[in-house]
């Protein structure tokens, strides 16, 4: 009688250490890639950038993702020391996603990926979804030279938004640069056509002279708004 061959054991799937995938390369950028290369990363830090969001919420504004996506990718955020997960304290019983200091150290690289992008914008596709805040950062660009701080309220056909401005708006780590919807208390309101977020963040046209133009209808009494007006 033949002697049947005893299979190794397999170890529990719990009890198994979990490998991501890695390019295994001794190079900074390969790293980078290692934590930030996997599709819809970095655009969920697109979203995070604007402040604390729940699950159900980032869904909503990333079209395309399944929801076993997002939380894988959510997941790997948390391993990678990218993002944390919190619970709200009571009433809102809910927990929300936001980034740590080192995810927040991404924006320049969002930055740059917009301003690399902008020219492929040319022509809005009948099958591309669009969020009003997906608008913030090539319009940060513009902003950059503006004196005054304060919160700009940023109004388009496809909604609104708002954004910090001044010299000190980037100082403080893991601060908002831009946030959803219209802000609480603004310092002044802009309202514009989103070709023209575009245009200003591909430096087509100054802020200045889209003001001038009367592209950008400026709304407000204060520093900020004086400002914008050339004032």
Known sequence: M?????????QPAA????????????????????SVGDRWTLLIVRELLAGPR?????????????????????????????????????PAAASVYELTERGHGLLPVLTALAEWGAPALTERRPTDAVRAHWFALPLLRALTGLAQEGVLEVRLDEGEFHVRTGRGAAIEPGSELYGFGPAPRPDARITLAAELCLELG?????????VKDGRIEVMGEGPLAAELRGG
Request: aromatic letters at 4%; hydrophobic letters at 35%; charged letters at 30%.
């Open 15 to 34: 009890q198994r250490p979990v490998r991501r995938r890695s390019y295994d390369q001794f190079c900074a950028t390969a790293r980078a890639l290692d």
């Open 2 to 10: 033949s002697r049947l061959r005893r299979m190794p054991r397999q």
């Open 202 to 210: 591909r430096g087509e046209v100054t802020l200045a002279a889209a």
């Open 54 to 90: 729940r699950y159900t919420d980032l869904h909503a504004d990333l079209p395309g993702v399944s929801t076993d996506v997002l939380a894988s990718r959510l997941k790997d955020m948390e391993q990678g020391g990218l993002a944390v997960r919190r619970k709200l304290p009571p």
